[in-house]
C-alpha cells in the first residue's frame, strides 16, 4: 500500500499538514504539561501558586494538581512555604551529570581557580543553549571584591563579549541557526554589521569590550573549542578595575593570561589548543 505521509521509523522531517498529523499520534499531553510548569517555574523570579500556574498556562488548577504533585515527588519543584512552589536544584545538578558537561566542568574548575588567583579577577564559564548563554561554574575574586555573574543564570548572546565568541567559533550553519534563535530571543539586539563583528573575533581570536550593560567594566573572552576548532564554551573575565591596587593586572596582561587558560582547557578535553585557520 502506498503511504507517503508517514514515516514508519518516526524520524520524518516533513512539514504540511502530514507531518503535524504524525507529530500529533507522537504527542504526549501529560509530558508536554509537566515540561510546561518547568519551564515556567524556571523562568519565573519568584515562586507560585497552582492559580498562578494555571493562570499562565491557560489550564485549570485541577489540569496541573497531579502534574505538580508528581513533580514535587520527583524533587524537580518545591513547596517553599503553605501554596507557592519553585524549582529545585535538581536541573542543574543533572546538567552536571551529563558526560560532556562533567568532563569540562572537571578540566575547567582548578584552570578557572588558578587564572581568578593570578588576575585577582573573577572568571566564568558559559555555553550556548537556544538563544541564550547560561552560566555552567564561576569562580569568584580571591580578595572579595570585585564583579561576578552566578552560576546558572542567563546572559544575552549578540551583545555580550562570550555571546559573540560562541557565535564565532562556529561552522556558518550553525552560527546562522544561533543568530536567529538569539533574535527571536532578544530583537531589539540585530545588529547589520553582526556578520564583520564576528569575522574579527575570528582573526583576533577572541573578543574584547567595554560592557553595554555594566557601567565601568571591561568584558574579554575566549572560546574553548573542540577538535574542530568550534566553541563548546567561553571563557571570560569580567574584568573590574580596582583602583585601590597599586600593582593590579593590566587588560592586555588579563588577555594574554585568559587566552592561555582558555587554550589549556581546549586541550584538556580533547580539542584544538589554537584557533583554527577557517570555519
Known amino acids: 500500500m502506498k503511504d507517503d505521509a508517514k514515516d514508519t521509523t518516526g524520524t ?12 500529533r499520534a507522537y504527542a504526549a499531553p501529560a509530558l508536554e504539561k509537566g515540561l510546561d510548569i518547568l519551564e515556567m517555574l524556571c523562568r519565573s523570579e519568584q515562586p507560585l501558586t497552582q492559580k498562578d500556574i ?19 515527588n520527583r524533587d524537580y519543584v518545591t513547596l517553599v512555604d503553605e501554596n507557592t512552589y519553585g524549582v529545585t536544584t535538581k536541573l542543574f545538578e543533572l546538567s552536571h551529570v551529563y558526560p560532556p558537561t562533567h568532563r569540562l566542568l572537571f578540566e575547567a574548575t582548578p584552570i578557572m ?15 550556548y543553549g537556544q538563544g541564550k548563554q547560561v552560566v555552567l561554574c ?21 551583545i555580550s563579549a562570550s555571546g559573540r565568541v560562541l557565535l564565532a567559533f562556529q561552522d556558518e550553519e550553525t552560527r546562522k541557526l544561533h543568530i536567529e534563535e538569539s533574535l527571536q530571543r532578544r530583537p531589539e539586539q ?9 569575522a574579527a573575533i575570528r582573526m583576533a581570536g577572541y573578543e574584547s569590550i567595554p560592557s553595554v550593560q555594566v557601567r565601568g567594566l571591561y568584558a574579554v573572552s575566549f572560546p574553548v573549542l573542540d577538535a574542530q576548532g568550534r566553541a563548546v564554551a567561553a571563557l571570560t573575565v569580567p574584568y573590574a ?9 593590566s587588560i592586555p596582561e588579563v588577555t594574554a ?21 577557517r570555519l
Open 12 to 23: 520524518g522531517t516533513g512539514t504540511g499538514p502530514a507531518a503535524e498529523a504524525e507529530a
Open 54 to 72: 494555571a493562570q499562565r498556562l491557560g489550564r485549570s488548577v485541577g489540569e496541573i494538581y497531579r502534574m505538580v504533585a508528581c513533580l514535587v
Open 113 to 127: 581557580q588558578r587564572l581568578a588567583s593570578e588576575l585577582d579577577q573573577s572568571c566564568h564559564l558559559t555555553v
Open 138 to 158: 564561576k569562580v569568584d575574586t580571591p580578595s572579595g571584591m570585585g564583579f561576578a555573574v552566578r552560576a546558572g543564570a542567563e546572559l544575552d548572546v549578540l
Open 190 to 198: 540585530a545588529d547589520p554589521q553582526i556578520d564583520s563583528t564576528l
Open 241 to 249: 578595575e580596582r583602583i585601590d591596587q597599586l600593582r593590579r593586572k
Open 257 to 277: 593570561a585568559l587566552g592561555l587558560a582558555a587554550r589549556k582547557l581546549s586541550s584538556r578535553i580533547g580539542g584544538m589548543a589554537e584557533r583554527p585557520a
